[in-house]
Structure formats: C-alpha cells, structure tokens
C-alpha cells in the first residue's frame, strides 16, 4: 500500500518562496514517477510537476522556470521547490505516484501578502 506524507506548505507572501516535501512508502521509491498536483479553491486538480527515475523533469507551463522538482532516492522523498510564488500558486498541494490511487494529506500553500 502506497503511503505519502506531505509537508512545508505554508502562508507567504508573493514574490516568496517555499519548499514542499513528500516522504513515500509502500513502493520501492527509486523505480518510481514521482509528481505533485494542486488543487484551488473551486478548481479541479491538476499536475504541477513529475519526475522519473532517471531524473528527467516535466512542468506545467504555469509554474515552468519557477518551481523545480527533485527527489533524494535514499531518503525515498521527492520535493517541490516553489519560488517567485503567485496569489495564483494558493492550492493544496499533494504528491502522487502515477497508476496507483494512494493521495496523501496535501499540504496548504497560501500566497497572500
């Protein structure tokens, strides 16, 4: 069973940055896409980033050149490093392993000054 654990979201203000993490387990995490997703108020949820094994990365065109994803293989966590946030950028954010249904928690992020 696929478990995720999200963390350090928080409230900041535009301009700002902030480091989102998700520790996995169940799943042997050095094989594995790994990718967040955030959902808005009001919004469906959508794909932010993903990452393969082989550290190839993907963005949304929205966060392209502002957000990086990276994992640490031994720690078996994938991050999200979000700088020059937008007001727009305010959703819960989750990690996810692609073709298995496990959510995590989501993590708050609020951009707001």
């Known amino acids: 069973q696929v478990q995720l654990v999200e963390s350090g979201g928080g409230l900041v203000q535009p301009g700002g940055s902030l480091r989102l993490s998700c520790a996995a387990s169940g799943i042997i995490f050095s094989t594995a896409v790994m990718a967040w997703y955030r959902q808005a108020p009001g919004k469906q949820r959508e794909s932010v980033a993903s990452i393969t094994r082989g550290g190839n990365t993907n963005y949304a065109d929205s966060v392209k050149g502002r957000f990086t994803i990276s994992r640490d293989n031994a720690k078996a966590t994938v991050y999200l490093q979000m700088d020059s946030l937008k007001p727009e950028d305010t959703a819960v954010y989750y990690c996810?392993?692609?073709?298995?249904?496990?959510w995590g928690q989501g993590t708050q992020v609020t951009v707001s000054s």
């Open positions: 996810k392993v692609p073709g298995f249904s496990s």
